[in-house]
């Protein structure tokens, strides 16, 4: 069982890099507490209920930033959405970016193409925090799934 | 512990619906949010509470039979919905609408209903409290708020206190520093004076036999420099 057990150390030291590095908050803690017995793969779940969401809202972001007239109250909007799912995540450094992106959207008072320029900015950077974030929770995901493949158990949070 | 993982669920004009015979609570939560409803629903799932999740205000009111326009063909008098919990900020109907729809309803307005939103907005708040909404979760909701709404639960039978209704709670009035006149969270403003309802928590001033949570974010609002009790 000594695979398993390195595993399972392998795990734990990994979900504490994620929230020592600050993509994940408490929130995901909060979340694991919610994993019971009659819902063994709620945390899973949930997550990819987000990434489904952060897709689409990704999609309606770029779409909104390429008309001709660009309504912020629509950018502001999903961004307070992608804000919100985030958050109830726990992906921490994606719900910063949401908001200084939001900030952005709410100075829109501005005519020009500076205020396009730097909502465009701030697109990619929320598009690049949801990568991290993604392939992180991806990697956690691939880590239990072996551990209990090996026939080990997921340690207590 | 009882839950309903086995019992099948039957699908009613679009709703999942539970069986009524269960003595758990049943809970309403609306949220526009996939991924919150998704939470929220396991939040009140491991609370032991029965949950039905709809996606808008709408919903939530066809769901009651409220809505004018589309009410289900069947009736939902089996499924007495115990506590609504809903999303502030919601396209159509915001939660506040969805509040003051359900208090102007002599049907439902006796149910407890619970507003969550990520802003933690002062007069939000408070517009919210006004209009008869038992408490204000600022998301992301946690399991010490949920666990905190057995307290507002209409079945639940209390010695010595009137927690129904609330009419009491609605005029409390607030008794902490007055402190910085900032609408931040973190210092509560007493100084509007029309204002009346700040300490929703309390069944009433007088006989406080049910103390305000310590653990109540809208408490902790209030806990601003005073450190004491309201």
């Given at each position: 069982m000594d695979g398993v057990v390195q595993l399972q150390k392998q795990l734990v030291d990994y979900i504490a890099s994620l929230f020592h590095e600050g993509f994940l908050d408490e929130q995901f803690n909060q979340l694991q507490q919610l994993q019971d017995e009659s819902n063994p793969d709620f945390v899973v779940e949930v997550v990819s209920l987000f990434f489904e969401d952060s897709e689409r809202l990704l999609n309606e972001l770029a779409k909104a930033l390429e008309q001709e007239t660009i309504d912020f109250r629509k950018v502001d909007a999903h961004v307070h959405q992608f804000k919100g799912s985030s958050s109830s995540i726990g992906a921490h450094r994606v719900q910063n970016v949401c908001i200084t992106f939001r900030n952005y959207c709410e100075e829109q008072n501005v005519e020009g193409v500076e205020p396009w320029h730097r909502c465009l900015k701030c697109l990619q950077q929320v598009k690049h925090e949801y990568s991290l974030v993604r392939n992180k929770l991806e990697t956690l995901f691939q880590l239990e799934k072996q551990i209990i493949a090996a026939g080990g158990s997921l340690p207590a949070t | 512990m009882e839950r309903n993982v086995f019992v099948s669920r039957r699908r009613i004009d679009g709703f999942d619906v539970l069986p009524s015979d269960s003595a758990e609570a049943h809970v309403l939560a609306v949220d526009d949010s996939l991924v919150d409803r998704k939470v929220?629903?396991?939040?009140?799932?491991?609370?032991?509470?029965?949950?039905?999740?709809?996606?808008?205000?709408?919903?939530?009111?066809?769901?009651?039979?409220?809505?004018?326009?589309?009410?289900?063909?069947?009736?939902?008098?089996?499924?007495?919905?115990?506590?609504?919990?809903?999303?502030?900020?919601?396209?159509?109907?915001?939660?506040?609408?969805?509040?003051?729809?359900?208090?102007?309803?002599?049907?439902?307005?006796?149910?407890?209903?619970?507003?969550?939103?990520?802003?933690?907005?002062?007069?939000?708040?408070?517009?919210?409290?006004?209009?008869?909404?038992?408490?204000?979760?600022?998301?992301?909701?946690?399991?010490?708020?949920?666990?905190?709404?057995?307290?507002?639960?209409?079945?639940?039978?209390?010695?010595?206190?009137?927690?129904?209704?609330?009419?009491?709670?609605?005029?409390?009035?607030?008794?902490?520093?007055?402190?910085?006149?900032?609408?931040?969270?973190?210092?509560?403003?007493?100084?509007?004076?029309?204002?009346?309802?700040?300490?929703?928590?309390?069944?009433?001033?007088?006989?406080?036999?049910?103390?305000?949570?310590?653990?109540?974010?809208?408490?902790?609002?209030?806990?601003?420099?005073?450190?004491?009790?309201?």
């Amino acid at each position: 069982m000594d695979g398993v057990v390195q595993l399972q150390k392998q795990l734990v030291d990994y979900i504490a890099s994620l929230f020592h590095e600050g993509f994940l908050d408490e929130q995901f803690n909060q979340l694991q507490q919610l994993q019971d017995e009659s819902n063994p793969d709620f945390v899973v779940e949930v997550v990819s209920l987000f990434f489904e969401d952060s897709e689409r809202l990704l999609n309606e972001l770029a779409k909104a930033l390429e008309q001709e007239t660009i309504d912020f109250r629509k950018v502001d909007a999903h961004v307070h959405q992608f804000k919100g799912s985030s958050s109830s995540i726990g992906a921490h450094r994606v719900q910063n970016v949401c908001i200084t992106f939001r900030n952005y959207c709410e100075e829109q008072n501005v005519e020009g193409v500076e205020p396009w320029h730097r909502c465009l900015k701030c697109l990619q950077q929320v598009k690049h925090e949801y990568s991290l974030v993604r392939n992180k929770l991806e990697t956690l995901f691939q880590l239990e799934k072996q551990i209990i493949a090996a026939g080990g158990s997921l340690p207590a949070t | 512990m009882e839950r309903n993982v086995f019992v099948s669920r039957r699908r009613i004009d679009g709703f999942d619906v539970l069986p009524s015979d269960s003595a758990e609570a049943h809970v309403l939560a609306v949220d526009d949010s996939l991924v919150d409803r998704k939470v929220i629903e396991q939040l009140l799932k491991i609370s032991s509470f029965k949950v039905t999740a709809v996606d808008s205000g709408r919903r939530a009111l066809q769901f009651l039979g409220l809505d004018e326009e589309k009410s289900s063909s069947v009736g939902f008098d089996g499924l007495k919905v115990d506590l609504i919990i809903t999303d502030y900020c919601m396209p159509g109907m915001t939660g506040y609408e969805l509040l003051k729809k359900i208090k102007e309803s002599s049907n439902f307005r006796e149910i407890p209903v619970v507003i969550m939103s990520s802003e933690n907005v002062i007069a939000r708040i408070d517009r919210c409290l006004e209009e008869g909404a038992e408490d204000f979760f600022v998301k992301p909701v946690k399991l010490s708020d949920v666990k905190r709404l057995k307290d507002y639960m209409m079945r639940e039978v209390r010695f010595g206190t009137a927690n129904s209704g609330g009419t009491n709670k609605r005029k409390l009035q607030e008794s902490c520093d007055p402190t910085s006149s900032e609408p931040s969270i973190s210092s509560l403003s007493s100084s509007s004076s029309d204002s009346p309802s700040r300490s929703p928590i309390s069944p009433s001033s007088a006989s406080s036999s049910i103390p305000t949570p310590l653990d109540s974010p809208v408490r902790r609002l209030k806990m601003t420099n005073t450190g004491g009790l309201i």
